[in-house]
């Protein structure tokens, strides 16, 4: 809540005057500057600036490495390479490459997200040379078999979700922000709502709960190793997301990022997806 | 005396909306050229930086596979099981501007049928990029389409039908290719010098007609056989959810008609036995996927016009996923689709499915080994004529890939292709190592 009068209040040391001219501009000023300070509107502020500082990187490229491990210990590798492109009026595109496990190699996943409408997703096959698009607006689907969903590792558009401020709170020893937030299309998404702890210094995501639809926890996601590129973009290199229902978990390894790169829209078009190695 | 008041009413606001202050540090001056860690932060030291120039691979697979028949054969010649050995590698070096190299030849040899043992160049060919626009020369392969069960548009690539029954395996196809991709879509350009004629069971081989194919002694309409030269314009698109796209084709049919020799040459003192007949053919295509929530919908269609009559064929229908199914993380997949073909199901065997519904179901349980099953039922709506395939693989380890495929040609009334294949029914047994 805007809490600025109850602070002002505090504040005795304040001569009376300059108290009053301030609290009547404040008065003003104040509900401009922190405009809507009901929760929902505080969360969507923090995300709509936390998504404003996230963007402008216009393209990028890295390198992903999967690490699958099952409630008995077992693992399991898979390496990706990932890009995308920022489009000005749009949601992101975005390619996934995968390097192995090998019988799989050489598969590409194109996905033109947006804000409001359903993403496109085209899937290459390279032992057809085939390019099949696949319905996408359900996306609970498991992302290689991961525990990660498509729904969790797609670009989250602000649009597609409303907001809730809850409360400050630490986070992995941090100042954080705690936002839930719920899937405006329902029938499409897995999850009821989910937790985030976005910290306040930098904006970035340190956490997220998922709710299943029986609004009971089912995994935790954890963010580390933010580094920072171009001296603007902080990005986490070490995600790793805990299914608590079945104690299998999936960690995401980033590595070997890079910023503009020259991508275009034609390298995201599907007609150009065969010649992609 | 103002300032300061400015100044305490910029820490009050503040103050009631502390997470402003990071929207009030501002975005710092955009960094120019290469990207910089955060010092002391590299990338991982394990990690080899990418390479400069370009980069190249070498993948593929090798391997074995047993076909078992239940039944035995019912032509002379024929064998019982067959074992073979086949291997696939890749070698490409893309370069930094994205022009790409790729060599993929193919080889399988095989225990029983002479035919089966054969190979192929499936691709040799470089592909030039600028950035709206491209140039591909050499053997590649080009699909086109929308449907699962049969493929009405896929023109460029000659079937290698001796490789799979399902006719999803294709021969290289020589050719240069000219692409552009702008705002209004993609049309690609194809100049095919070179023909590839269809590849058939031999006379060991199961899976065949009564009569054996005689490949060596092909006929075509044009004088020029093989090098006669094939032109293709295709124009694709995607609206949205739509995509779409339409070509012209002219050349020589990929789908030879089979005549017997003696038909050819009532003097033919040979054994009795089909000759493939190659017609040049003029053909129109159309083919559509539209997206719409978890439904696919998808229609191929085409006008053929050629040695024959003209006719039109089409094939469409719609897939259906489960995404999360029951709750877990298995997705489940219903296709059901209709072919038409104006022909019918004629006893020369110019087609195959002419009144025909498809029914399949596709799981993916999502698990470790990328466990997929792909089941199949094929019914002639005319006909008593019906078909079931299964599909399933499975992985073991991060290489190795195990597929199982069993079809069964349940009910086959004389005059149907299925009729020569009816006691063909057979489960095949793959085992890969992936590289």
């Known amino acids: 809540m805007c809490d600025y009068r109850a602070r002002l209040s505090k504040d005795g040391h304040f001569a009376m005057k300059r108290t009053l001219i301030a609290a009547t501009v404040a008065a003003i000023v104040g509900p401009v500057l922190c405009a809507g300070q009901t929760p929902e509107e505080k969360g969507l502020a923090i995300v709509r600036e936390a998504d404003r500082r996230f963007k402008g990187y216009g393209d990028a490229i890295s390198r992903l490495r999967m690490i699958l491990r099952n409630k008995q210990g077992q693992v399991s590798e898979r390496e990706l390479r990932i890009r995308v492109l920022e489009t000005p009026d749009d949601g992101d595109r ?89 899937p405006l299309d329902k029938q499409n998404s897995g999850y009821t709502r989910q937790i985030i702890w976005i910290d306040k210094e930098h904006l970035r995501t340190l956490q997220i709960e998922y709710y299943d639809r029986k609004d009971s926890l089912l995994k935790t996601l954890t963010f580390q190793d933010y580094r920072l590129y171009l001296d603007r973009f902080w990005r986490p290199h070490d995600m790793n997301m805990v299914n608590h229902q079945t104690g299998k978990s999936s960690q995401l390894v980033w590595f070997d990022y890079a910023f503009r790169t020259g991508l275009t829209e034609n390298d995201f078009n599907q007609h150009n997806l065969t010649r992609i190695r | 005396m103002y300032g300061r008041t400015l100044a305490v009413l910029a820490v009050l606001a503040v103050a009631a909306c502390p997470w402003r202050i990071a929207s009030a540090e501002k975005a710092r001056p955009e960094a120019v050229g290469p990207q910089t860690n955060q010092p002391g932060e590299p990338n991982e030291p ?30 002379a010649g024929q064998e019982d099981n067959n074992g073979s050995l086949a291997a696939q590698p890749e070698y490409y070096y ?66 290698d039908l001796v490789e799979h029954i399902d006719g999803e395996d294709k021969l290289g196809q020589p050719m240069l290719q000219f692409s552009s991709s702008v705002d209004w879509g993609s049309l690609d350009i194809f100049i095919l010098p070179y023909f590839r004629e269809r590849t058939f069971p031999g006379r060991e081989g199961r899976l065949r007609p009564e009569l ?33 796209g339409t ?19 009532p003097n033919d003192t040979a054994d009795p036995r089909l000759i493939p007949f190659y ?11 539209w997206a719409s929530g978890n439904w696919l919908w998808k229609l191929e269609t085409v006008y053929r016009k050629g040695y024959l009559d003209p006719y039109v ?65 094929m019914q002639d709506l005319g006909d008593p004529e019906n078909a079931v395939s299964v599909e399933a693989s499975r992985r073991f380890g991060d290489h190795w890939r195990l597929s199982l495929d069993l079809w069964l040609f349940l009910d086959a009334p004389e005059n149907n292709v299925i009729y020569y294949i009816r006691d063909d029914d057979f489960v095949r047994l793959e085992l890969a190592y992936h590289f």
Request: hydrophobic share 35%; net charge negative.
């Open chain 1, 94 to 182: 975005s390619l996934s490459i995968f390097d192995s496990p090998a019988d799989v190699k050489g598969t590409v996943l194109l996905t033109h997200a947006h804000r409001s409408e359903p993403d496109d997703q085209w899937l290459y096959l390279p032992a057809l040379e085939r390019v099949k698009r696949i319905a996408a607006q359900n996306k609970s689907g498991s992302f290689m078999g991961s525990e990660f969903s498509y729904e969790d590792i797609a670009t989250q558009a602000i649009e597609k979700y409303s907001y809730q401020w809850l409360r400050d709170e630490t986070c992995q020893g941090q100042d954080c922000h705690v936002i839930e937030r719920r």
């Open chain 2, 46 to 75: 394990n990690e080899p930086a990418p390479a400069r120039k370009g980069r190249s691979g070498l993948t593929g697979y090798v391997a074995a596979e047993g076909r078992l028949f239940f039944h035995d054969p019912l032509y």
């Open chain 2, 94 to 159: 893309q370069w930094n501007n994205g022009a790409l190299f790729t060599f993929t030849p193919f080889a399988r040899v095989d225990s029983v049928d002479s035919e089966r043992t054969h190979w192929d160049i499936r691709e040799l060919y470089y592909h030039y990029t600028q950035d709206w626009w491209s140039v591909r020369f050499g053997m590649a392969r080009v699909f086109w389409g929308a449907t699962e069960f049969v493929h009405l548009v896929d023109v460029i690539n000659q079937t």
């Open chain 2, 212 to 244: 054996e194919i005689d490949t060596d002694h092909a006929i075509y309409e044009n004088r020029d056989k093989e090098r006669a030269k094939d032109l293709a314009i295709r124009y694709s698109r995607t609206f949205g959810d739509l995509d779409l």
């Open chain 2, 247 to 265: 070509y012209l084709f002219i050349g020589t049919n990929r789908d030879p008609l089979l005549v017997p020799a003696d038909y050819l040459d």
């Open chain 2, 279 to 289: 017609e040049r053919v003029t053909q129109l295509g159309l083919d559509a996927t």
């Open chain 2, 313 to 377: 064929a089409a094939t469409g229908g719609l897939e259906y996923t489960f995404y999360g199914f029951a709750g877990g993380k298995s997705d489940v997949g219903l296709v059901a689709e209709y072919v038409y073909d104006e022909r019918g199901d004629d006893p020369e065997m110019t087609s195959i499915f002419d009144d025909d519904l498809f029914l399949g179901l596709r799981l993916s349980p999502n698990d470790l080994a990328g466990t997929q099953v792909l089941m199949g039922f």
